[in-house]
Nanobody, 124 residues
Framework: QGLPVESGGGSVQAGGSLRLSCAWSGHTYCTYDMAWYRQASGKEREFVSVIDSDGSATYADSVKGRFTISRDNANNTVYLQMDSLEPEDTAMYYC??????????????????WGQGTQVTVSS
């Protein structure tokens, strides 16, 4: 139990904005880096952004300056604010828990778990 659940997807016009969220449940001692990936129809899944427990973030070049990742550790939630959306951003967006560097896996923590995805469609 406690798999990530994404929400906030939808259809917008080019230049518009969406805010995705991903929430999960579990033991309070579990620490994760949280990542967003996306997969367009018929294409390979690709990395979008990742944030560690201290708030340090990394972005794919394709979304730098347009997307912002953040997290609320108290509520086990990570967000992806997407601005200046382009048709090329159309994809299913997935949230994933990741094992932080130099952290020993702990029992009952669900590392490398994927959510079911939320669809984002951007039209011209």
């Amino acid at each position: 139990q406690g798999l990530p659940v994404e929400s906030g997807g939808g259809s917008v016009q080019a230049g518009g904005s969406l805010r995705l969220s991903c929430a999960w449940s579990g033991h309070t001692y579990c620490t994760y880096d949280m990542a967003w990936y996306r997969q367009a129809s018929g294409k390979e899944r690709e990395f979008v952004s990742v944030i560690d427990s201290d708030g340090s973030a990394t972005y794919a070049d394709s979304v730098k300056g347009r997307f912002t990742i953040s997290r609320d550790n108290a509520n086990n939630t990570v967000y992806l604010q997407m601005d200046s959306l382009e048709p090329e951003d159309t994809a299913m967006y997935y949230c994933k828990t990741e094992l932080p560097r130099a952290v020993v896996p702990a029992i009952h923590c669900f590392y490398n778990s994927w959510g079911q995805g939320t669809q984002v469609t951007v039209s011209s």
